[in-house]
């Protein structure tokens, strides 16, 4: 507990279409890693600071803390799955053009975890397997120090055009 994690989370541009300005995804994720816009609320939550992003990766950290934990004392499942599924959606937001937001295309993302859940710290990284025009996959890994594997996912995004708010 206490100990450093990595990931990354999702954020969809509407800032950006509100406000009228003309940037990309990554512009967008980049204005949050520096604080010069606000995280969204689901990070907040869970504290997930991003910690690298790039054109079709990103990577966060997290520190779990009692309130991520199970019954059981190790960290709750839920807690890894919202991280990746945020990293994954992230590394695409990450790839789109201005105008362009994504969200998960299916309610269901298959989880593969191992059952040593306890081996933290870990580092979370997203990246992007295939961006078309409509739609995009990506997956996500959840490595222990040694780089191993503790969980890892996959995703479908839907890629759609942002609307701008009427003044």
């Not at 269901?108 to 859940?117: K, Q, S, V």
Request: glycine fraction near 10%.
């Amino acid at each position: 507990m206490g100990e450093r994690l990595s990931a990354a989370f999702q954020a969809a541009p509407t800032a950006a279409a509100v406000s009228g300005e003309d940037i990309d995804g990554l512009e967008f994720l980049i204005r949050i890693k520096d604080g010069r816009s606000p995280p969204p609320g689901i990070a907040v939550l869970l504290g997930m600071d991003l910690a690298e992003v790039e054109r079709g990766r990103a990577v966060f950290e997290a520190i779990p803390t009692k309130d991520h934990y199970n019954p059981a004392g190790g960290v709750h499942g839920g807690f890894t799955a919202t991280l990746l599924d945020s990293c994954m959606t992230c590394a695409v937001q990450s790839a789109l053009k201005p105008g362009f937001g994504c969200h998960d295309a299916r309610s269901e993302h298959p989880l593969y975890a191992r059952r040593d859940r306890r081996n933290w710290p870990a580092t979370r990284r997203g990246k992007i397997v295939h961006v078309g025009r409509q739609m995009a996959t990506a997956e996500g890994r959840v490595t222990d120090p040694r780089g191993r594997i503790i969980a890892h996912a996959t995703t479908s995004c839907l890629i759609f055009p942002l609307r701008a708010a009427s003044a």
